[in-house]
Antibody
Framework: EVQLLESGGGLVQPGGSLRLSCVTS????????MSWVRQAPGKGLEWVSA????????YYSDSVKGRFTISRDNSKNTVYLQMNSLRADDTAIYYC?????????????WGRGTLVTVSS | DVVMTQSPLSLPVTLGQPASISCRSS???????????LNWFQQRPGQSPRRLIY???NRDSGVPDRFSGSGSGTDFTLKISRVEAEDVGVYYC?????????FGGGTRVEIK
């Protein structure tokens, strides 16, 4: 059974940092891309970042480029999202999602999400 | 960026009646490998998104056959043949052919 479990969310002040983790199981982690997708309160889904499963490539939305860094540890079946210079509009539930492709194309499994609140 | 435009925003439906959601992309979603990476997700209240349809018309395992996807190029549709109470939620289309990956704004399905 595929499982994705996010952690690391919480309350942080504007300008602060957080590191999210997503521990996975039930599939061959190093074959598939992994993404982070966020959802602001009462809003729709927004793709944030992806890490390739077949290369060292990483991808970012313009809204987080230069502030967020995605990484993966294939030995721990875990993907991370380091978030720096956080702003109020980064407040959202952050979901970890497994891709069905090596780079990006579609998400077949999602975690339950972890809430990030940026506020003073 | 590829803009995904969904309509309607809200869809009140009588139980047992059909429902249809439209999704249009600002450019073709045909990828260089010949596939069209257009997906549909369902998000029930308080839950994570769940994929229903991938590559336009392929239904995920466990998804009832009352859900179907169709379309090509830039114009896509999700249909529910007979709406049931468990179908209440928000439906999103998403394109996986171009970076950045983008979602439609969502269509809220509710029971009349």
């Amino acid at each position: 059974e595929v499982q994705l479990l996010e952690s690391g969310g919480g309350l942080v002040q504007p300008g602060g940092s957080l590191r999210l983790s997503c521990v996975t199981s039930g599939f061959t982690f190093n074959k598939y891309a992994m993404s982070w997708v966020r959802q602001a309160p009462g809003k729709g889904l927004e793709w944030v970042s992806a890490a390739s499963g077949v290369s060292e490539s990483t991808y970012y939305s313009d809204s987080v480029k230069g502030r967020f860094t995605i990484s993966r540890d294939n030995s721990k079946n875990t993907v991370y999202l380091q978030m720096n210079s956080l702003r109020a509009d980064d407040t959202a539930i952050y979901y970890c999602a497994k891709d069905v492709c090596g780079n990006y194309c579609s998400f077949d499994y999602w975690g339950r999400g972890t809430l990030v609140t940026v506020s003073s | 960026d590829v803009v995904m435009t969904q309509s309607p925003l809200s869809l009140p439906v009588t139980l047992g009646q059909p429902a249809s959601i439209s999704c249009r992309s600002s450019q073709s979603l045909v990828y260089s490998d010949g596939n069209t990476y257009l997906n549909w997700f369902q998000q029930r209240p308080g839950q994570s998104p769940r994929r229903l349809i991938y590559k336009v018309s392929n239904r995920d395992s466990g998804v009832p056959d009352r859900f179907s996807g169709s379309g090509s190029g830039t114009d896509f549709t999700l249909k529910i043949s007979r709406v049931e109470a468990e179908d209440v939620g928000v439906y999103y289309c998403m394109q996986g052919s171009h970076l950045p990956l983008t979602f439609g704004g969502g269509t809220r399905v509710e029971i009349k």
